[in-house]
């Protein structure tokens, strides 16, 4: 199988940013951040987050809130991809959650607690909660479904696996990204840690303070070019390249080395069969903690060189978690079919010890391809090219 024969068909995204690529765009371009209080649960605490704002009916479920987001995204990348029924089609799905999958029955646990016991309503609404599998039900999916839950670096992960799945024939459309909401634990946890900010977030920057916490969904359709050709669609864009390594260093920190990282990358450019001078830009993870930027800085300085271009986008959307991975994606993805990125929102001064700033400003870019990087606890570091060619 040619390296360009996995193509990106249909890109959706839901974020703080906005609701679709069109609205999404237009705040990058205006460099506008739509952070504020949380809304969504009760807390003593008063960091900003980035919210989405505005959910419409049909996509508010119940207490179940990261499925309401990937659907929306679901459905951009379906209309984008010329598709309206897969019911006959080999598709697998895999998503990337982490409140999803573990964390949005607290509603069961608070009620249980007060009154010695509770309604099983939230549990069975728990179950039924499989991100991948509730998509899989609905567009009536025939292929593997998989739900990754490996904390920031799900969506990315999950997108390395499609890739997979379609270069070994499991299927010929994969739906993949990332989708989560803001939830009370890691709001409260993060901020345990000490790496969220009191104010809103730069990454990179040499005064940064820590993350904002968001919410989101980025899906991508991705597809054999084969597969395309017989539903009549072209794309230009195509997913070239994954690399995935554990360093296991420490279970929140990443290793000062950057050694999972560079692995990572090393990878994800070999598969793609290109050398790190072939790279337009890098989408970083850039959460606007003090060892991530710094551990990711001098990484992509030293495999890429002082002239890369590099930016954040979590400053537009505020660290999304499992969403992560699947939101910036999408929005490398849309940086190389635009042409150009945004400003990297928060950065102003350059901290000495990382030898590389990301951008200042809305960025002409050139290049072929794009990579979007994330690092995750428990030492998990992921890493995906993205191309842009021909729609022949």
């Known amino acids: 199988m040619n390296r360009t024969d996995i193509l990106i068909t249909g890109l959706g995204a839901v974020s703080a940013a906005g609701t679709g690529l069109a609205e999404t765009l237009d705040s990058f371009a205006r460099v506008q951040r739509n952070a504020g209080s949380v809304t969504l649960f009760p807390t003593v605490t008063d960091c900003p987050v980035f919210e989405v704002q505005h959910i419409p009916r049909e996509y508010a ?17 379906l209309v984008e991809a010329c598709i309206d029924d897969l019911s006959e089609c080999r598709v ?19 009620s249980y607690r007060q009154q010695g016991s509770t309604s099983l309503l939230a549990v069975d609404r728990y179950l039924k909660g499989n991100i991948s599998a509730y998509i899989a039900r609905k567009i009536k999916a025939r292929g593997p479904v998989l739900t990754v839950v490996n904390a920031c670096s799900s969506g990315t992960d999950a997108i390395g696996v499609a890739l997979s799945w379609l270069k070994s024939d499991l299927c010929d459309i994969v739906i993949a990204g990332g989708a989560d909401e803001l939830n009370h634990i890691p709001y409260c946890g993060f901020g345990s840690l000490g790496i969220v900010n009191p104010g809103l977030c730069a990454p990179f920057d040499r005064d940064r303070k820590g993350l904002n916490l968001g919410e989101g969904a980025g899906v991508m359709v991705i597809e054999k070019k084969s597969s395309a050709q017989r539903r009549g669609v072209s794309s230009d864009l195509f997913l070239g390249g994954y690399g995935s390594l554990s360093d296991a260093y420490h279970l929140t920190a990443p290793s000062p080395d950057g050694a999972g990282l560079k692995a990572s990358l090393r990878t994800a450019l070999a598969e793609a069969g290109i050398s790190p001078r072939d790279v337009g830009f890098v989408n970083a993870h850039g959460t606007g903690t003090f060892d991530n930027d710094q551990v990711e800085g001098r990484v992509l300085e030293e495999i890429f060189g002082s002239e890369l271009k590099m930016l954040s986008t979590k400053g537009y959307t505020g660290h999304t978690l499992g969403a992560a991975g699947g939101l910036e994606a999408v929005f490398t993805a849309a940086g190389l079919r635009e042409g150009w990125i945004p400003a990297s929102a928060g950065f102003l001064n350059q901290d000495e010890a990382i030898p590389l700033a990301p951008v200042r400003e809305k960025t002409i870019i050139s290049g072929r391809y794009a990579v979007s990087t994330s690092l995750a606890f428990g030492g998990n570091n992921a890493a995906i090219v993205i191309g842009r060619g021909d729609t022949k």
């Open 61 to 77: 479920l119940e207490g179940q809130r990261t499925l309401g987001l990937a659907l929306i995204a679901l459905d951009q990348a």
């Open 92 to 110: 697998g799905v895999c998503m990337g959650t982490t409140v999803a999958s573990q964390l949005n029955d607290l509603q069961f646990y608070t």
